[in-house]
């Protein structure tokens, strides 16, 4: 039997509203990650092969960065092969825009922050409007029970004068009102019914 506590624990566990913040959070830690690779000098590694004939210009190769774009001298029209390769290592640090970088991480941290305020606002609606609906369904439950014993005492007192009124111990008039008593549980037991139903719906989607 599913207590307050459990549903809201339910709740908390599989409600699209927080798992949507708790991947919003997610990511804005992951952006604070990227944000501290501005602290990280670049590093660059490159490398080239040229092989051709003769008739074009030898060493034709690709610029790379920090590496100057090198072609031989042109030789004479032939079939001659050619080869050529190219390495480069390079590493760099913006020490200049070590400010920059530091305010990028200082605005991730902030948006991190943010981000885990909304978890915690989601968390205690989702949660309070989860034990908001299982304490509605618990009182519509209670009500539905109630109505139901209403409607079985107007029965039975229905039944109770019938057998009188059968053997004229009593008015024809308080076997009316007693079959007007039942209906009337009756509609009250229908309405109770369908708040319990209403109520276990609202609860369904908290």
């Excluded at 997610?26 to 590694?45: F, H, I, K, M, S």
């Excluded at 774009?69 to 079939?79: D, E, F, H, L, Y």
């Excluded at 029970?145 to 004229?168: F, K, M, W, Y």
């Excluded at 109520?199 to 908290?206: I, Y």
């Amino acid at each position: 039997k599913m207590d307050v506590e459990a549903a809201v624990a339910f709740a908390l566990a599989h409600h699209p509203l927080v798992k949507a913040a708790t991947s919003d959070q997610a990511a804005a830690g992951e952006g604070v990650d990227l944000a501290r690779t501005q602290y990280l000098p670049n590093l660059n590694a490159s490398a080239q092969a040229n092989v051709g004939s003769g008739n074009v210009v030898r060493g034709a190769l690709f610029p790379m960065v920090g590496v100057p774009a090198v072609s031989g001298p042109p030789s004479g029209r032939g079939w001659d092969s050619a080869y050529g390769s190219l390495a480069g290592l390079g590493a760099s640090w913006d020490a200049a825009g070590l400010v920059r970088a530091m305010a990028g991480v200082d605005l991730a941290l902030a948006q991190q922050a943010s981000t885990q305020e909304r978890v915690e606002a989601t968390r205690l609606l989702v949660a309070f409007t989860a034990a908001d609906a299982f304490i509605r369904l618990a009182t519509r439950q209670e009500a539905v029970r109630a109505s139901r014993a209403d409607v079985d005492r107007a029965q039975a007192l229905a039944s109770q004068v019938r057998a009188l009124v059968a053997q004229d111990l009593r008015p024809g008039a308080d076997q009316s009102r007693s079959v007007a008593e039942v209906a009337l549980s009756s509609t009250r037991f229908a309405r109770a019914e369908q708040g319990r139903k209403v109520a276990s719906a609202e609860l369904s989607d908290a």
